[in-house]
């Protein structure tokens, strides 16, 4: 370690998070990128790392489950996902990203007496809130926690080959639903604090209970075909849609509602549900490539790639976290070929770091101390 740089990390493609660069390098010291620039100008400096292949930002995966379902944390990490956000499950404080998975957590989801998730999942996993004084207290509580976001349920259940309904469950549906002003007192409580509301549903009733208390965020691409106004209310709302096309591709409208999403103009980002046994434990580039089939053509590899990394981290409030640009966290994954067009390579890192540390050691790279 000689120079004013830690390590570089060369490639013949650098995705950045928006874009991709021919024969650039990425500077690291500490746990932080430094420079990123044509790769004549930094190799030399310190240790290098020549990957023939593709050096992207680490992915983030927006809808996660690895708290609840006790997923191994590094298993993960190794399989290129260096953040996931934990929409629902134990409440832990903002850790990681230091050669440890990145966890951000919602903690409990915010939901009505005997609502989603409790029928499925557990009250362990709820928080019932059956009025506007008790929903405010809640998210009080997950606030002083550490939560990240607020998740809360709008599930009345009963949507075929819904992953939840694989189950069993202990009442039948349809489940209670908050109200729309318990759920807008959320929302109201959360933006005082700084949080944003991700909701849980799966069809009209869910989507038009959530535009009209104006929760942010719909964690899934709804899986009950939407009517035609509901799609454009939430193109004109700019609500953020996660996609989890591949957990639910079992289900008879998500694909449709995906495509007319799209086509109004809503960008998903990406999430997968991670912790459901159909959802590889890293990046799913089955998910990958639903995202870029619903777009008909009106996305590119590298627009898919950044709902998983800039646009991801901008979401989160944590950009430059997800790019590949001076002053961002050291987060990097590497393949040996082509990420762009074969996504199935990202389910297989050659290089992963996290916060700078090597968590993966690269294999079938030229790697030259200087
Ligand atoms: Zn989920």
Redesign the pocket.
């Known amino acids: 370690m000689t120079n004013d740089h830690d390590y570089v990390i060369a490639a013949d493609l650098v995705f950045d998070g928006r874009q991709v660069l021919a024969r650039h390098a990425v500077a690291i010291e500490g746990d932080r990128i430094t420079a990123v620039a044509p790769a004549d100008q930094l190799i030399g400096r310190g240790r290098t790392i020549d990957i023939a292949g593709t050096l992207l930002p680490g992915f983030i995966d927006l ?1 996660a ?1 690895v708290l609840l379902d006790r997923t191994p944390p590094d298993t993960v990490l190794r399989h290129g996902i260096t953040t996931v956000r934990d ?2 499950g134990p409440l832990v404080r903002p850790s990681g990203g230091d050669g440890r998975l990145r966890v951000l957590a919602a903690g409990p989801i915010l939901t009505a007496p005997g609502g989603y998730p409790i029928p499925v999942f557990g009250k362990d996993v709820a928080l019932e809130v059956p009025d506007i004084a008790t929903a405010r207290a809640a998210v009080g509580q997950l606030v002083d926690g550490g939560a990240a976001l607020i998740k809360i349920g709008l599930e009345p259940g009963g949507s075929a080959g819904a992953p939840w309904t694989a189950h069993e469950t202990t009442t039948p549906p349809p489940w209670p639903l908050l109200s729309r002003e318990v759920v807008a007192a959320i929302v109201a409580e959360a933006h005082a604090n700084g949080l944003i509301v991700s909701a ?1 549903l799966s069809g009209p009733v869910g989507a038009e209970l959530a535009l009209d208390a104006g929760v942010d965020e719909w ?2 691409v709804p899986c009950d075909l939407l009517p035609d106004a509901l799609i454009a209310r939430a193109a004109a709302a700019d609500v953020r849609v996660l996609g ?1 096309l591949d957990t639910q591709s079992r289900t008879t409208g998500v694909f449709q509602n995906a495509v007319r999403l799209v086509e109004a103009g809503v960008r998903l980002l990406y999430g997968t ?1 991670l912790a ?1 046994p159909d959802v590889p434990w890293g990046i799913d580039a089955f998910e990958l490539q639903l995202m870029l089939h619903t777009a008909r053509g009106a996305l590119t590899p590298a627009d898919v790639l950044s709902a998983a990394t800039a646009r991801a981290g901008e979401h989160l409030g944590l950009a430059p976290l997800g790019q590949l640009v001076a002053g961002a966290p050291a987060d990097l994954i590497a393949v040996n070929g082509n990420a762009l067009e074969r996504f199935k390579l990202l389910e297989y890192p050659d290089l992963v770091v996290s916060g700078g540390v090597i968590v993966v050691e690269p294999t079938g790279s030229t790697e030259a101390a200087v």
């Open positions: 809808h489950h929409t629902g849980h964690a899934h989890t549900d459901h």
